[in-house]
């Protein structure tokens, strides 16, 4: 499963400059073309944010990567003064 998320996120941000690109260098007289590019630049960005969140996530639970340093939120026994 996690090969097919790889590439997946690699398919999703070759769209998303492609058509990004596509989208900044129209002409502007094209609205519809420039409309379409921006909406699949910005479905390639959804998907290769959510398939490269995934895949970290993932590196972390199996080991391969060590997890980020995170605040320990655990509550002492220790009174305040």
Not at 20 to 25: D, N, P, R
Not at 27 to 39: L, S
Not at 49 to 73: I, K, M, Q
Request: glycine share 10%; net charge negative.
């Amino acid at each position: 499963m996690a090969k097919l998320i790889a590439i997946l996120n690699v398919i999703a941000w070759s769209g998303f400059w492609a058509f990004g690109y596509l989208a900044l260098s129209a002409d502007a007289g094209h609205t519809g073309h420039v409309t379409v590019a921006v909406i699949l630049a910005a479905i390639g960005a959804g998907l290769g944010l959510f398939a490269y969140l995934w895949l970290v996530r993932h590196s972390e639970r199996t080991g391969y990567a060590t997890p980020a340093n995170r605040a320990d939120h655990t509550i002492e026994d220790e009174e305040t003064v």
